[in-house]
């Protein structure tokens, strides 16, 4: 009896073992944030740096409610942003107004998804000049406290933009493709942060992401050291083109600098 029962047990497991998968992917992890600390060097920390990415909003105000919610109870110094709010213009308004509220300054460079979109600039660059941080279209900015160069890349153009960092602060590069930090050359920086690739989104275990789009090479997920500095790639917050997340969670990444 108990050889039988066994045998029935297994046989359940198998059978409902894609329901709990479907389940998972489907219903739960799309939502379910989850707050990444990543500690760099080995001095005491001065300032904290949250980084999101892929957000890729279409009208699901309360999800993008809560990420800034949790954004904002982390009292971050700066929030940094590596591409695709939106897919569709109709949704930049709501998008924006939403990123209002984040209590910190927030500077971002676009991803494809917003070029796609041909959403209007002037939008973006307004609200995040509102929150005290900038749009950054191959330019750089340093930080209200003087303590940091943000400097963000467009990655629209093969000819890379030569942006000067700087000896008198910490400097913190943003694009939005993971690939093209092979193009960053001699130039070091304190910290380098990307997006796109979604962390794969599905990503089969002992096997890895089933897919990762263009523009990742190997720098699917995590922090990676190459030769121009530390580089993290977060997994978004978002999805594209299904609503649909398998051991990838979302993801706020939180640096304590």
């Not at 997920?221 to 500095?229: C, K, V």
């Amino acid at each position: 009896m108990r050889k039988f029962n066994r045998r029935r047990f297994l046989l359940a497991a198998l059978l409902s073992a894609p329901v709990l998968v479907a389940s998972d992917a489907r219903g739960l992890e799309p939502k379910w944030v989850k707050t990444r600390h990543v500690h760099l060097g080995n001095r005491k920390p001065t300032h904290r740096l949250v980084h999101l990415t892929d957000v890729h909003h279409k009208g699901d105000r309360a999800y993008l409610e809560a990420v800034v919610k949790k954004i904002n109870a982390l009292s971050p110094d700066i929030v940094c942003f590596t591409g695709d709010l939106i897919e569709e213009t109709r949704h930049l308004a709501e998008a924006l107004e939403l990123f209002a509220g984040i209590k910190s300054p927030v500077y971002g460079v676009p991803g494809n998804h917003d070029y796609w979109s041909k959403a209007p600039w002037s939008g973006i660059t307004q609200c995040l000049a509102g929150t005290g941080g900038a749009w950054l279209l191959d330019q750089q900015q340093v930080t209200g406290d003087g303590q940091f160069s943000i400097l963000g890349a467009t990655c629209r153009s093969s000819k890379w933009p030569r942006l000067q960092t700087k000896a008198t602060t910490r400097n913190i590069f943003l694009m939005h493709y993971p690939a093209w930090v092979k193009q960053l050359g001699g130039q070091k920086f304190d910290l380098i942060l990307a997006g796109h690739s979604h962390g794969g989104q599905v990503c089969i275990p002992f096997y890895g992401p089933i897919y990762v789009p263009f523009g990742v090479d190997e720098y699917v997920r995590g922090l990676f050291h190459t030769d121009a500095g530390p580089f993290y790639v977060n997994p978004g917050i978002g999805w594209f083109p299904a609503p649909i997340r398998f051991n990838c969670r979302p993801e706020i990444t939180v640096f304590d600098l």
